[in-house]
């Protein structure tokens, strides 16, 4: 059911029409919502296009997949149920007892709770590595290295890593490089083009972008390890509706706009920030003083809508976080509208006491599409309350 856009460059016309042509049956230019349990079979194992039960392969879902995997620059696309459960899928097929992986020392919290409570009961060991010091990456590999997990930026420190020379330290070492790449999105960077194995993305955050769905989603140009996760993806049932595929994909459409969107208003805020007295530092690679600033540059096109923050102790960070107007207290990120939150204790809890633990000042923002020119004072206000400065 998929339309071809071989040749097409243009990023917003592969969003809106890769996998994505017209229902040849009723010629609907929206890809319908599949919402059928199984498929009849034109006798035993004769299937209409491979279709035979929806935790197998759903339609809606295929278009979400082709779509995404033409974005990344991949061949082979999966969309899942949610993020955490792409990254389990993932490390299923990846590693085996005995295998050691490399995570980043600031890892988003839900990735370091499955390797640390999870998947060190299996018997997988993991060593947290600061992903941007590329002597420490090297130092910190291990015979048994399997698996390179590279967040960029990262959250929520907003940390760079330079994804070309991770995938040659990598590759030498025998092991693959995946990077999750929801921070940017495909509009923003194309880990793929840069050597990755693996691109992963909670479709959640900006490919959905309107915090209405959950889902994950993975593209690998590896045709071996495709077929693993197709495989363990249908054994363990690690699927979405297609409703949710649906709405997944109706967000894909708009994707290039919003972003465009989400940076210019992240640039005005961050700025802000770094002129404020009471701030005492600002995460934001499109900053000079950003020590990824240059690699970012090289391999973003633009640097996103994400920003954090520190402020000079936890009850002024809680206060700020309490006391916006627009910017809304809540987890998650990535939708159209602004969202504040305090990652030591929501987001990245799971951390606490850990090699991994966050500043307990840090602020972190989802810096949404609203009129910017309400956004900075609303926050800027909420800082003055707090008694920031």
Same mark, same amino acid.
């Given at each position: 059911? @998929?339309?071809? +856009?071989? =040749?097409?460059?243009?990023?917003?016309?592969? &969003?809106?029409?890769?996998?994505?042509?017209?229902?040849?049956?009723?010629?609907?230019?929206? +890809?319908?919502i599949h919402a059928t349990s199984t498929f009849v079979q034109?006798?035993?194992?004769?299937?209409?296009?491979?279709?035979?039960?929806?935790?197998? &392969?759903?339609?809606?879902?295929?278009?979400?997949?082709?779509?995404?995997?033409?974005?990344?620059?991949?061949?082979?696309?999966?969309?899942?149920?949610?993020?955490?459960?792409?990254?389990?899928? #993932?490390?299923?097929? %990846?590693?085996?007892?005995?295998?050691?992986?490399?995570? /980043?020392?600031?890892?988003?919290?839900?990735? $370091?709770?499955?390797?640390?409570?999870?998947?060190?009961?299996? =018997?997988?060991?993991?060593?947290?590595?600061?992903?941007?010091?590329?002597?420490?990456?090297?130092?910190?590999?291990?015979?048994?290295?399997?698996?390179?997990?590279?967040?960029?930026?990262?959250?929520?420190?907003?940390?760079?890593?330079?994804?070309?020379?991770?995938? %040659?330290?990598?590759? !030498?070492? *025998?092991?693959?490089?995946?990077?999750?790449?929801?921070?940017?999105?495909?509009?923003?960077?194309?880990?793929?083009?840069?050597? &990755?194995?693996?691109?992963?993305?909670?479709?959640?955050?900006?490919? @959905?972008?309107?915090?209405?769905?959950?889902?994950?989603?993975?593209?690998?140009?590896?045709?071996? #390890? &495709?077929?693993?996760? %197709?495989?363990?993806?249908?054994?363990?049932?690690?699927?979405?509706? /297609? $409703?949710?595929?649906?709405?997944?994909?109706?967000?894909?459409k708009t994707l290039a706009v919003r972003m465009e969107r989400?940076?210019?208003?992240?640039?005005?805020?961050? %700025?802000?920030?770094?002129?404020?007295? *009471?701030?005492? @530092?600002?995460?934001?690679?499109?900053?000079?003083?950003?020590?990824?600033?240059?690699?970012?540059?090289?391999?973003?096109?633009?640097? @996103?809508?994400?920003?954090?923050?520190?402020?000079?102790?936890?009850?002024?960070?809680?206060?700020?976080?309490?006391?916006?107007?627009?910017?809304?207290?809540?987890?998650?990120? *990535?939708?159209?509208?602004?969202?504040?939150?305090?990652? =030591?204790?929501?987001?990245?809890?799971?951390?606490?006491?850990?090699?991994?633990? +966050?500043?307990?000042?840090?602020?972190?923002?989802?810096?949404?599409?609203?009129?910017?020119? !309400?956004?900075?004072?609303?926050?800027?206000?909420?800082?003055?309350?707090?008694?920031?400065?």
């Amino acid at each position: 059911m @998929g339309r071809s +856009v071989a =040749g097409v460059n243009g990023f917003s016309t592969r &969003a809106i029409h890769a996998g994505q042509a017209p229902d040849p049956t009723t010629g609907s230019v929206i +890809v319908p919502i599949h919402a059928t349990s199984t498929f009849v079979q034109d006798g035993v194992g004769n299937t209409r296009g491979g279709y035979e039960y929806s935790r197998s &392969a759903n339609p809606t879902r295929t278009a979400l997949a082709e779509c995404l995997a033409a974005l990344e620059g991949g061949r082979h696309g999966f969309v899942l149920c949610s993020g955490m459960a792409a990254t389990d899928v #993932l490390l299923r097929v %990846a590693l085996r007892p005995g295998d050691h992986l490399l995570i /980043p020392h600031d890892a988003y919290g839900g990735t $370091f709770r499955l390797v640390d409570k999870v998947l060190s009961g299996w =018997g997988v060991s993991y060593t947290p590595v600061d992903l941007a010091d590329l002597d420490a990456t090297r130092a910190a590999l291990r015979p048994s290295t399997r698996l390179v997990w590279c967040e960029s930026p990262t959250n929520p420190l907003l940390g760079i890593a330079d994804i070309t020379a991770l995938a %040659a330290i990598a590759r !030498d070492a *025998g092991a693959r490089l995946v990077v999750d790449n929801t921070f940017a999105s495909p509009y923003l960077q194309t880990p793929l083009a840069l050597g &990755a194995d693996v691109v992963l993305h909670s479709t959640t955050k900006y490919l @959905g972008g309107h915090s209405d769905v959950v889902g994950g989603a993975l593209v690998t140009d590896d045709g071996e #390890l &495709a077929e693993r996760i %197709a495989f363990i993806q249908n054994s363990v049932g690690a699927v979405p509706s /297609p $409703f949710d595929a649906w709405l997944t994909l109706r967000g894909v459409k708009t994707l290039a706009v919003r972003m465009e969107r989400h940076c210019d208003n992240a640039e005005r805020v961050a %700025a802000a920030l770094a002129a404020h007295p *009471g701030v005492a @530092g600002v995460y934001y690679p499109g900053l000079p003083e950003h020590p990824g600033h240059a690699v970012a540059a090289k391999q973003m096109h633009r640097f @996103g809508g994400m920003v954090s923050f520190r402020v000079r102790d936890e009850d002024t960070a809680l206060r700020a976080c309490a006391g916006t107007r627009l910017f809304t207290l809540a987890e998650s990120l *990535g939708g159209v509208e602004s969202l504040i939150e305090h990652p =030591g204790r929501m987001t990245h809890a799971s951390v606490a006491g850990s090699v991994l633990e +966050v500043p307990a000042d840090l602020v972190r923002l989802s810096v949404g599409i609203e009129d910017v020119e !309400d956004l900075v004072p609303d926050l800027l206000d909420a800082l003055d309350r707090a008694g920031a400065r």
